[in-house]
């Protein structure tokens, strides 16, 4: 067997479908189709159940997937080694950034990296913990920015920073005349939470976990943006929570709402992420290096309590 055949049967494993892989693969079906069929020929077994819509793995097909992946995984890193061996820092490189470090962290560090590095080719999406996650281990990704801890034995993670929350408060709001604020003076029933699926609004939850929810509130907002969730709070109808970077570029108005937390600060630990098996670790070693010189200059918090991203039942 070879190294493309296997990538074939990576492809229909991924899609479920002959058609969809090879357009994938840039190949033909009946050309993928035939040289998939060489390998379960040569092995005398089936990898897939083509009774099945759409199709699925054998119970055999499934542990030839996964040493498949470690297969083209290590035939690939040859060609990293060698790029290593030679100080080329360049090439095709896909990362993944959450949606609440996105806007702040992106800017801060990517004008300086293209221009240091100017042979890699940044191919950056915005997405949730859960698709990252699911894109890193199907190698979609070579690494992510993420909140962490996450807890998974398959993702390695380079701390880059850790970001306080700060308190958005109105004026109208009891903590206003406050100079700074407890996690006993946050309220889960009048703050104004991103919405589900984004892990700043689970570390919220996490943050008040101790603190049950009224069900008879008269209304329930949750919005993808920090920008509505301080309007809405300007208009007397809750607080909110934002990351430290977020908060640099309000206006002096908005400033003054703001109500940073005692000592310890409650604040997210902000990860570079890859899979433990991951390639491009010289590109990976250059991102690291250039955000942290970026952002160790914007935040110098030091005493933090970390609360986890990882959702509590």
Request: hydrophobic residues 40%; proline residues 4%.
């Amino acid at each position: 067997m070879t190294i493309t055949q296997l990538q074939y049967v990576l492809a229909v494993a991924e899609h479920k479908n002959f058609t969809l892989a090879a357009e994938k693969c840039f190949v033909t079906q009946p050309t993928l189709s035939m040289q998939i069929q060489k390998i379960e020929e040569e092995l005398a077994i089936q990898i897939f159940d083509r009774t099945k819509k759409p199709i699925q793995l054998t119970e055999i097909g499934q542990k030839i997937v996964n040493q498949a992946k470690n297969i083209v995984n290590e035939a690939d890193r040859i060609h990293d080694i060698v790029e290593q061996q030679k100080g080329f820092i360049g090439g095709e490189f896909r990362l993944g950034i959450i949606p609440t470090v996105m806007p702040t962290l992106l800017p801060m560090f990517l004008n300086n990296f293209i221009k240091k590095y100017p042979k890699v080719k940044l191919i950056i999406e915005e997405l949730n913990t859960n698709e990252i996650i699911s894109k890193l281990k199907n190698g979609h990704l070579d690494a992510a920015i993420a909140v962490t801890p996450l807890e998974d034995e398959k993702i390695k993670e380079i701390v880059l920073y850790f970001e306080p929350f700060v308190a958005y408060v109105p004026e109208n709001h009891s903590s206003f005349k406050k100079q700074e604020i407890t996690i006993d003076d946050l309220d889960i029933n009048e703050i104004l939470l991103l919405q589900d699926g984004h892990c700043f609004r689970d570390g919220i939850l996490n943050l008040c976990k101790n603190k049950g929810q009224n069900e008879n509130n008269h209304f329930q907002i949750e919005s993808g943006s920090f920008e509505t969730l301080i309007k809405l709070a300007d208009e007397g109808l809750g607080t909110t929570l934002l990351p430290y970077l977020h908060t640099l570029d309000l206006n002096e108005k908005n400033k003054t709402k703001l109500r940073h937390f005692a000592s310890p600060k409650p604040a997210r630990e902000v990860s570079l992420i890859f899979p433990k098996n991951e390639l491009k670790i010289h590109i990976i070693d250059a991102l690291r290096n250039s955000i942290s010189g970026v952002v160790r200059g914007a935040i110098a918090f030091q005493n933090v309590e970390i609360i986890s991203p990882i959702q509590k039942k």
